[in-house]
């Protein structure tokens, strides 16, 4: 089969989808309501990987690769401090204060990232199963420029116990393309649209 290149490379970050994951059981898995952030500035992933060799006869006879997971980082310009709270696991009580201690656990996520083309097209890459490390806050006093600060996150992605899956990816250039059925894949939801 010939392979048409369309020379098209990422050159931006539209948007990323993230959703609590409720439950991941080899009988289910379920995740709350999906939400769109269109304040991201960057999104990457890094496949963990090792290749180890057999050695025979004075050389190498065969090798055998070993896929354990992923490390991702995203960045934002801003996030909703209730978002911010619900993906890291904090707790925003009745007092208006949002509280952050030893008990609480960052929750696994689903996530989405919609790289964009020049062209008009778009790249997608989903996360089945990820969780976050906390921010850091930062600032610095104003001097004679502005310079804006961001919220940076780290984590790692793994497979889903439910189906065995981690990255799902699509391009819209593709004669298939439905973003329903992207979305539904990685947050097994019925409509496939954000309800943010």
């Known amino acids: 089969m010939a392979y048409t290149n369309d020379y098209q490379a990422i050159t931006g970050l539209a948007r990323v989808y993230i959703a609590v ?12 309501e999906i939400h769109e952030v269109d304040s991201v500035r960057s999104f990457g992933v890094t496949p963990e990987s090792s290749l180890d060799k057999a050695y025979a006869g004075n050389r190498v006879v065969q090798t055998a690769q070993s896929r354990s997971g992923a ?7 801003s996030l909703p401090e209730d978002l911010q709270a619900e993906i890291l696991g904090e707790e925003k009580r009745e007092d208006g204060l949002t509280y952050s201690n030893s008990t609480h656990k960052s929750p696994y996520l689903g996530i989405i990232a919609e790289f964009t083309k020049e062209d008009g097209t778009s790249r997608f890459v989903g996360l089945t199963k990820a969780v976050l490390t906390p921010a850091a806050e930062e600032g610095s006093t104003k001097e004679d420029g502005t310079e804006f600060g961001e919220l940076a996150f780290e984590g790692e992605a793994m497979d889903r116990l439910f189906d065995g899956e981690r990255k799902i990816s699509k391009s819209s250039a593709d004669e298939d393309y439905d973003f329903s059925i992207l ?6 939801n019925e409509t496939g649209t954000p309800e943010a």
């Not at 994951?21 to 709350?32: C, I, L, M, P």
């Open 21 to 32: 994951q409720n439950t991941d059981t080899k009988e289910e898995v379920s995740y709350g």
């Open 71 to 77: 490390t991702f980082n995203m960045t934002f310009h």
């Open 183 to 188: 979305s539904n894949a990685v947050f097994k």
